[in-house]
């Protein structure tokens, strides 16, 4: 059974953010270093379109949340506080995140892409040439660099894919090269 045939399953086949039941599509929550059922959600157009691009936001749609944050599944879970924090401002929106719970795991995945920090207080991962990093994109390295505790190089030109972020330090982003999960410093990459 795919991942669509699974959320459908799981969901009844309506969007499990707003409960549509047309135009859905499985949406993968970032950070997409970890992909499945438990890190995805049966969306709609509508839901997905708002979450992926902040200007499009239509707050009275997503008064929905007040059921779906209630979900059992944590991608539902993680995606209602990130829509929420975002519309902090909005009185009804405050009152429901006041409300919600999630488990320290859930939170710190709920965060993990800034969402409900200041602009002020947000980390900034730049690549080489002042290019801003977002987890899931893909960088090239632009110098061969030394695995620190192994014989591997890291070739320069060498592809790392769908990266995620530390969030803590904006010199540090983490991704494969080859079968290796390692930490990269940002100055040494481009984003591609």
Request: hydrophobic share 35%; with cysteine; aromatic share 4%.
């Amino acid at each position: 059974m795919n991942l669509l045939a699974q959320l459908q399953d799981r969901s009844g086949s309506q969007c499990e953010l707003c409960s549509v039941t047309d135009n859905l599509q499985v949406y993968e929550v970032p950070p997409k270093t970890i992909v499945g059922l438990d890190r995805s959600l049966l969306g709609c157009n509508t839901c997905i379109n708002q979450i992926e691009n902040p200007e499009t936001m239509d707050a009275n749609h997503w008064r929905c949340l007040n059921d779906s944050m209630w979900s059992e599944h944590e991608a539902v879970k993680v995606v209602a506080w990130r829509m929420l924090s975002r519309l902090k401002s909005e009185g009804w929106s405050q009152d429901l995140l006041d409300m919600m719970y999630l488990e320290d795991e859930t939170l710190k995945w709920a965060k993990a892409t800034g969402e409900g920090e200041e602009e002020s207080e947000k980390i900034i991962h730049r690549d080489v040439n002042g290019v801003v990093l977002q987890n899931g994109d893909s960088v090239v390295l632009v110098k061969d660099l030394k695995v620190k505790g192994s014989s591997m190089v890291a070739k320069q030109g060498t592809a790392v894919r769908r990266i995620s972020l530390d969030h803590e330090n904006a010199e540090y982003i983490e991704g494969k090269v080859g079968p290796t999960q390692i930490v990269i410093i940002t100055k040494y990459v481009k984003k591609i």
